[in-house]
């Protein structure tokens, strides 16, 4: 398997995208503005539930993709923290159970630590 240079790039520099990804991404990202998780809308990105550089076939394909953020709000990085489990060498194959969970959890926490004591 192609693995990546450091913790820091997204993809092996041999994987090539197709030249139809930027027409893809757009129409996606159009339809999914807001990170799954957090629910931002700030530098979010089309993630591929199933790297693109392993299965080449799920590249443009709609249901391989998850909008996560970069944003870092409050801190998280959820393309890197859920998308690839904080490094992005990894690859989180429940990403779409893990966002949803964690969606939930951040849209229904307590305010404050009075409501749950």
């Given amino acids: 398997m192609k693995t990546v240079s450091n913790a820091t790039e997204k993809h092996p520099a041999s994987a ?9 991404r757009k129409a996606f990202l159009k339809d999914h503005p807001n990170c ?8 979010v990105e ?3 539930k199933h790297p693109f550089h392993v299965h080449p076939e ?16 409050d801190g998280v ?10 490094n992005f060498k990894s690859v ?7 966002a949803e969970n964690w ?9 404050n630590a009075t409501e749950v004591c």
Avoid at 16 to 24: A, E, F, I, L, Q
């Fill in 16 to 24: 090539k995208r197709s030249g139809k990804w930027p027409t893809v």
């Fill in 103 to 111: 969606n939930k959890k951040i849209t229904y926490r307590p305010k």
């Fill in 36 to 43: 799954a998780v957090c629910g931002g809308n700030k530098k």
């Fill in 58 to 73: 799920l590249e443009l394909e709609p249901t391989n993709f998850i909008s996560l953020c970069e944003n870092d709000k």
């Fill in 92 to 98: 989180n194959l429940s990403v779409e159970a893990d």
């Fill in 77 to 86: 990085n959820c393309h890197l923290l859920f998308g690839h489990l904080g």
């Fill in 46 to 48: 089309v993630h591929h």
